[in-house]
C-alpha cells in the first residue's frame, strides 16, 4: 500500500471536512502498513478508526454513533 502527499492531504482534507457534521469514518480491511503509512502522514487512529470487516466497521459506527 502507497499514499503520496497529495493523497493524504485531500484525505486529510475529506476527514477534517466530515468531523465538522460530526461523520464517524471507518476504515475496514486496512492491514498494519496501510495504517503505518495513514500515520505517518498524520492520519492515525485520532482521526480514523479501524475495523477487521466492513461488517465490524458498520457495527462499530453504529455503536459509537448510538451511544
Same mark, same amino acid.
Request: net charge neutral.
Given at each position: 500500500?502507497?499514499?503520496? @502527499?497529495?493523497? +493524504? $492531504?485531500? /484525505?486529510?482534507?475529506?476527514?477534517?471536512?466530515?468531523?465538522?457534521?460530526?461523520?464517524?469514518?471507518?476504515?475496514?480491511?486496512?492491514?498494519?502498513?496501510?495504517?503505518? @503509512?495513514?500515520? +505517518? $502522514?498524520? /492520519?492515525?487512529?485520532?482521526?480514523?478508526?479501524?475495523?477487521?470487516?466492513?461488517?465490524?466497521?458498520?457495527?462499530?459506527?453504529?455503536?459509537?454513533?448510538?451511544?
Amino acid at each position: 500500500p502507497f499514499i503520496d @502527499s497529495s493523497g +493524504a $492531504y485531500m /484525505l486529510e482534507s475529506f476527514l477534517k471536512t466530515v468531523r465538522k457534521s460530526g461523520t464517524l469514518v471507518v476504515f475496514a480491511s486496512a492491514g498494519d502498513a496501510v495504517r503505518r @503509512s495513514l500515520a +505517518a $502522514y498524520g /492520519l492515525g487512529e485520532d482521526h480514523v478508526r479501524y475495523a477487521a470487516t466492513v461488517d465490524e466497521a458498520i457495527a462499530q459506527a453504529r455503536s459509537l454513533t448510538t451511544a
